[in-house]
């Protein structure tokens, strides 16, 4: 019999009568072993120089929010590299400063951060080996309130409350450092012009041919078949230019164009004559975050976004009904002309893209 060293329980081992050998136990089919490992234990604490010489620890100090102030500066350089160094159209040389300035001042204010950090857990904050047993999901009272008191102990341990020259700089790094960034986004904006207005409105206008992307083919009521699927742009974008603008219009136009039986649509009473014999065209730019929405499953009529499995239903004006986008894909009108081709009737009646560009 084998005895649990856990428990105290003796496991019987396996019996082996069947097995032809003749003994009564097979060897080495005990379940615990009598001679199981033993816990070793910790190794002996080494301290570090910081925790036994009070000017090591001084000068750690100083290290660290020296980094945290270097950090700044870096961040500081972003900024004033991309304000007095700026890229002149068909320069490449001043591309050239602008990339390498903006990047040595970001290097510098994350590579000082990122340090900093590290060097002030390794040398300041408390050192100590311990053991951190696993517990129910939702503790005692008693356990909730040493929570609190453990909280207490590593601000304590790692001088956040008491160390304020760490403290202030590092608060003053970390919001430092995201304002390059602010910069550099803002700068992708027009001059002069509010993005919200640019995304307003699109190419669409009342009479536009709907056409193939993206050849600018224009497409007939007659092409559309039940379960098919088009992407689609204004036939007067493939005139336009890439210098013109054309990815940025197109961003904002693309559409997909699909047919399903009449029957199965469900439409409001204000938006029954923007679809034309169950062919029905909805902005291909998810309200999530402006990804690109161009998986169509035929049978449950519901488009996919494949960045973050948004799902919209088609038959219902393309309603949300998985996923995070906060509103439903916005519907773009149609008609048919004399000749047969599908047109729009006018542009989009709301903001395409994502939801935040209506918090105006």
């Not at 750690?60 to 304000?83: D, K, N, P, Q």
């Not at 950090?117 to 080996?129: P, R, T, Y």
């Not at 039986?261 to 469900?266: G, I, M, N, Q, Y």
Request: one cysteine or more.
């Amino acid at each position: 019999m084998a005895q649990d060293g856990n428990s105290g329980t003796d496991i019987a081992a396996a019996d082996s009568s069947n097995t032809g050998h003749g003994t009564e136990h097979a060897v080495g089919t005990a379940v615990v072993a009598r001679d199981a490992v033993q816990n070793p234990g910790f190794p002996p604490h080494r301290h570090r120089v910081t925790d036994l010489d009070p000017k090591k620890e001084k000068n750690a100090e100083r290290t660290v929010y020296t980094l945290f102030y270097l950090s700044i500066v870096g961040s500081v350089w972003a900024i004033a590299a991309y304000m007095a160094f700026p890229i002149v159209p068909e320069d490449i040389e001043s591309v050239r400063i602008n990339n390498l300035l903006i990047g040595l001042g970001l290097a510098l204010a994350l590579l000082a951060l990122g340090i900093g950090a590290v060097h002030w857990g390794k040398a300041l904050m408390h050192d100590e080996e311990g053991i951190d047993l696993r517990h129910p999901v939702r503790g005692t009272e008693d356990t909730r309130a040493r929570a609190v008191e453990i909280f207490d102990e590593a601000n304590q341990e790692s001088g956040f409350g008491r160390r304020s020259l760490i403290r202030n700089s590092l608060i003053g790094a970390l919001i430092a450092f995201p304002l390059p960034a602010v910069v550099l986004f803002r700068g992708l904006a027009p001059e002069g012009q509010n993005p919200v207005d640019l995304l307003k409105h699109t190419m669409w206008e009342a009479g536009d041919k709907l056409a193939r992307d993206p050849s600018g083919l224009p497409i007939k009521a007659s092409d559309v078949t039940i379960g098919s699927v088009f992407h689609v742009i204004p036939e007067k974008l493939a005139g336009v230019g890439h210098s013109e603008g054309y990815l940025e219009e197109k961003a904002k136009a693309i559409v997909l164009l699909m047919r399903l039986k009449p029957e199965d649509l469900v439409e409001d009473e204000d938006k029954k004559d923007w679809s034309y014999d169950g062919i029905v065209a909805y902005s291909k730019v998810c309200t999530h975050v402006g990804c690109p929405v161009a998986l169509y499953e035929q049978q449950t009529h519901h488009l996919l976004c494949p960045c973050h499995q948004s799902q919209f239903d088609v038959t219902n004006h393309c309603a949300v009904i998985f996923g995070p986008a906060a509103r439903p894909l916005p519907q773009l009108p149609i008609a048919i002309d004399d000749e047969g081709y599908l047109i729009a009737q006018s542009d989009f009646r709301e903001p395409v893209g994502p939801s935040f560009w209506e918090r105006h």
